[in-house]
């Protein structure tokens, strides 16, 4: 079984910042792809940042400059660093993997989800 598992999340006023983690743990042989997903009241799941397991990252253009996505391989963690957070970052953010298991079976998981709100 693979679990992913997300901590991080609250609440800020705008221009505040807030990191977000998830650890990934289970039958893992490899991990592909890592991502962060959000999704607010009444809109669809939208693509935050993706990050490959050679570093390379991609991001949404609404989060661009103010949000940093890293991970750590050995611990299997992806980290979303969230800077000058504005009222409309409010979504649950889920975290996203590709993962590979020792079964030789590819599947992407997903986290419970962690929830950001923006407070004035």
């Known amino acids: 079984q693979v679990q992913l598992v997300e901590s991080g999340g609250g609440l800020v006023q705008p221009g505040g910042s807030l990191s977000l983690s998830c650890a990934a743990s289970?039958?893992?042989?490899?991990?592909?792809?890592m991502g962060w997903y959000r999704q607010a009241p009444g809109k669809q799941r939208e693509l935050v940042a993706t990050i490959t397991s050679g570093g390379t990252t991609n991001y949404a253009d609404s989060v661009k400059g103010r949000f940093t996505i890293s991970r750590d391989n050995a611990k299997k963690t992806v980290y979303l660093q969230m800077n000058s957070l504005k009222p409309e970052d409010t979504a649950v953010y889920y975290c996203?993997?590709?993962?590979?298991?020792?079964?030789?079976?590819?599947?992407?998981?997903w986290g419970q989800g962690t929830q950001v709100t923006l407070s004035a």
């Open positions: 289970g039958s893992i042989r490899s991990i592909n792809d």
């Open positions: 996203n993997a590709q993962i590979l298991t020792f079964a030789y079976r590819i599947s992407d998981y």
